[in-house]
């Protein structure tokens, strides 16, 4: 994973996009992801890639009896515990050796928008397999595989400045890709849909869902947003232990 988060300079950049102003009524995909979270009903719930905290609250606010809230990002993990406190979360910055640290067994393991930064996704996924207790459930986010294989991540405009269409190349010459985001190049790894989908399977989980999701139909109001029905950004996938 990147600590590009850490940056001062990045970070107040990353503080102003929508997702981080106004939760996870900002994120596009959270009305998908929604509909894919099983009940928080006195479990215990790894939020891995935490972020500012959004998915950590809702799981303590409906109900989980514990929240363990991991993200790379010091700065991420300090402005969750100012915005999202709650008692029954646990907050901690580290990465993918924390899951090797912890002796605690998860009913349900969110992640969202993390995976893409991660090299080796199916020693991950052995992990997280063995971190969970039996029939527990695993949903994640994750860039959609069409969105990342090109690498730039950025539309083709015409002579005019009109989008022209989104570029798709490369797809199955997985591996590490740079892009540009929010003004600075950032690594990231691309992977075929095929490769997500068998990591899971030979790693002992049962896929129950995927999604990909459209944005919300009230951000659709929002200059481009109307543009990201030409292609898919974003993947969901919920699975179970």
């Not at 515990?81 to 979360?89: A, D, G, L």
């Not at 924390?98 to 393991?109: A, G, K, Q, R, S």
């Not at 997280?128 to 959609?144: A, D, R």
């Amino acid at each position: 994973m990147t600590n590009i988060y850490d940056d001062p300079s990045f970070f107040d950049k990353y503080s102003e996009m929508q997702r981080s102003t106004d939760g996870l009524d900002g994120a596009g995909e959270w009305h998908a992801l929604k509909a894919l979270l099983p009940s928080f009903k006195d479990k215990t719930v790894l939020d891995f890639g935490a972020g500012y905290g959004w998915h950590a609250l809702y799981a303590a606010e409906h109900g989980a009896a514990h929240v363990f809230a991991v993200d790379q990002s010091r700065k991420m993990i300090e402005t969750a515990k100012k915005k999202n406190p709650h008692p029954n979360i646990e907050y901690q910055t580290g990465g993918t050796s924390i899951l090797d640290e912890t002796d605690i067994h998860f009913d349900i393991v969110l992640s969202s928008l993390v995976f893409h930064y991660i090299e080796d996704i199916d020693a991950l996924f052995k992990t997280i397999y063995s971190k969970m207790t039996s029939g527990g459930s695993f949903i994640f986010t994750v860039e959609h595989p069409v969105f990342t294989a090109e690498g730039s991540q950025n539309w083709v405009y015409n002579d005019n400045g009109e989008i022209s269409h989104f570029p798709v190349d490369h797809y199955f010459y997985e591996g590490e890709r740079t892009a540009e985001f929010l003004g600075v190049n950032v690594t990231k790894y691309h992977r075929t849909l095929e490769t997500y989908v068998k990591a899971l399977l030979n790693n002992g989980f049962h896929i129950k869902d995927m999604v990909e999701p459209k944005p919300a139909d009230h951000l659709m109001n929002i200059d481009g947003m109307k543009d990201e029905l030409r292609r898919p950004m974003m993947l969901i996938i919920s699975a179970e232990k």
